[in-house]
């Protein structure tokens, strides 16, 4: 018998990249490399792209063998290692578990609106940006969990490609894309912008920028950058409160960027790229959702060319928390109206389930112990009192946000 070739230092400590990460310049490099044709480059493309793609090399029929097995050599054809699919809103929504190539889970959820009215049809994903995230937002699945790593393009995108793969069984297609799943996409950039770039590409994925939404918890430097590269998506602010003090408990981060800084942030993106800015605000009981909350939020985004959701929030587990009572959310945007900002209560699952992102996986990471979720509570307790009293909080900015 012969033993296995030892696994080489280069791949140890550099795992081969996803395909679906690779440009059409790096695809086109890589098969000039092998001497092959400029035109299978396309091949390999249409192969990694066409209703998602495969994941088997062998589905690149297409190709001669030697290049087929050169492709599977060179690169990953799926960083996705495995999938768990829940079906939720009588199978209208589809949650998915990601395993990835190191154990990391992420999730996506896919999300079915039958046509009404004059509009079509849609199929809606929203994707992960990060392997839990460094935000620690306390409403969060995902913030519980903490931050774990950034993901690579590919990781981003083949959640992408098996949406779109199991859509494609029945003839249809994804029609948006949302980045509300795990993580912050602004502390993960350069990869967000890549993977968005091969989404918009029609010689890849090819969805319109209008049908792409990156939502952030306010990282100043990033959406500055946005602004400065010009439009390439709808971009949504998570803005929850409007004063520093509760913001500070809610969005962690409003530490290090206080929101009159995020809101002006906004107002210079929409502004310069001439698309209005989405606020999401987590309608949270008695923490957010008071006359004092409603009425600060109108003087800050007053006349705004925005768009305020209001989005009762989702139970989560270890939060003292529940979602604002309906009259009460309603209240909060007829004080918003008011004062000219456009409002939407979403009343259906929608971004709710979008928002539950990280709950499949913080399941997964087990029940912490019941002291450390006491202690938990008891903090919020607390920290949300002070902050209802106008207190700042004293909490340092959280490790990973950036400078
Ligand atoms: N980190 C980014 C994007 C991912 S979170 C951000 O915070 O914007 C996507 C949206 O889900 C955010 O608006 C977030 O505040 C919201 N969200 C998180 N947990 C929620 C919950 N339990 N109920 C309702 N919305 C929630
Ligand atoms: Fe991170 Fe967004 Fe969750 Fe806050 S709401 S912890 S920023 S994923």
Request: charged content about 25%; some cysteine; proline content about 6%.
């Amino acid at each position: 018998m012969t033993a296995e070739p030892p696994t080489t230092i280069a791949e140890t400590v550099a795992p081969k990249p996803g395909i679906s990460g690779l440009t059409p310049d790096e695809l086109a490099a890589w098969v000039e490399a092998q001497r092959q044709p400029s035109y299978r480059a396309r091949q390999i493309a249409d192969g990694i792209w066409k209703d998602g793609g495969s994941t088997d090399a062998a589905a690149f029929r297409t190709l001669p063998v030697a290049l087929r097995e050169a492709l599977a050599g060179a690169v990953r054809l799926d960083t996705v290692a495995d999938t768990e699919i829940t079906l939720a809103d009588r199978g209208m929504t589809e949650k998915a578990l990601h395993r990835l190539d190191d154990g990391a889970l992420i999730e996506s959820v896919l999300m079915h609106y039958p046509a009404h009215g004059s509009s079509r049809e849609r199929h809606t994903l929203c994707i992960s940006s990060q392997a839990g995230c460094a935000v620690g937002c306390p409403f969060c699945a995902t913030g519980e969990l903490g931050f774990g790593r950034d993901l690579e393009v590919a990781e981003i995108l083949d959640q992408v490609r098996h949406a779109a793969r199991r859509l494609a069984t029945d003839s249809r297609r994804l029609t948006n894309i949302v980045f509300m799943g795990m993580g912050e996409p602004l502390l993960n950039l350069d990869a967000v912008l890549a993977a968005v770039e091969a989404l918009n590409d029609p010689r890849r994925f090819g969805l319109g920028a209008r049908h792409i939404t990156v939502s952030t918890s306010g990282v100043v430097p990033g959406i500055r950058r946005l602004t400065a590269l010009g439009p390439q998506f709808t971009l949504a602010v998570s803005l929850h409160a409007a004063r520093d003090a509760l913001r500070d408990v809610l969005v962690p981060l409003n530490r290090r960027w206080p929101v009159a800084d995020v809101v002006d942030a906004a107002r210079e993106h929409a502004r310069a790229t001439g698309r209005r800015i989405s606020y999401e605000v987590t309608m949270i009981g008695g923490v957010n959702d008071t006359e004092l909350d409603a009425a600060a939020m109108a003087d800050l985004l007053r006349d705004d060319h925005a768009h305020v959701n209001l989005i009762p929030m989702n139970p989560v587990a270890h939060t003292p928390w529940q979602a604002s009572p309906m009259p009460v959310i309603e209240a909060f945007a007829t004080t918003l109206r008011d004062a000219g900002i456009a409002t939407t209560i979403r009343r259906n699952r929608g971004q709710e389930v979008g928002a539950a992102c990280g709950q499949l996986a913080a399941d997964r990471a087990g029940e912490p112990p019941a002291p450390a979720v006491a202690r938990r509570r008891e903090r919020l307790v607390v920290a949300s009192a002070a902050a209802l009293r106008g207190e700042r909080s004293r909490e340092p900015v959280p490790g990973g946000v950036g400078e």
